[in-house]
């Protein structure tokens, strides 16, 4: 039986293995680095920063409308940031190139929260 961890993994794995997406890590809503695929000596700083602008997000929303956002997109003249709710226990982050299909890429990031989500839970 596959432990939490590595079922968060074939996550990760699953979505750097399509053309869109050239980095992935599953964060804990307090920012913490749960999985990631990257080496990066700044993985948990990166991590800590997406649920910081997520989080942010979400208060916001809520505050102004009352809702909060499945998702917050960030795009650099390098690459784009996705970051996707999976839930009340964590947050689905990305990295894709700056020429990637948005749409696919947000496709393929929803499918692998609702993943994340039932590992979660």
Do not use: Y
Not at 5 to 17: A, F, G
Not at 84 to 103: D, F, H, I, P, Y
Request: proline residues 1%; charged residues 20%.
């Amino acid at each position: 039986m596959a432990t939490i961890i590595e079922k968060l993994d074939d996550v990760v794995n699953s979505l750097t293995k399509t053309k869109n997406i050239t980095a992935v890590a599953v964060v804990a809503r307090d920012g913490l680095l749960m999985v990631s695929n990257t080496k990066s000596n700044h993985a948990q700083t990166f991590a800590a920063m997406a649920a910081t602008m997520f989080i942010a997000a979400e208060t916001a929303t809520i505050k102004i409308g009352g809702w909060t956002p499945d998702r917050v997109v960030v795009e650099s003249d390098d690459c784009k940031l996705l970051t996707v709710a999976t839930g009340s226990k964590a947050l689905l982050v990305a990295l894709t190139e700056a020429n990637a299909n948005l749409g696919i890429a947000l496709h393929d990031m929803k499918n692998g929260a609702k993943k994340v989500k039932d590992v979660l839970s």
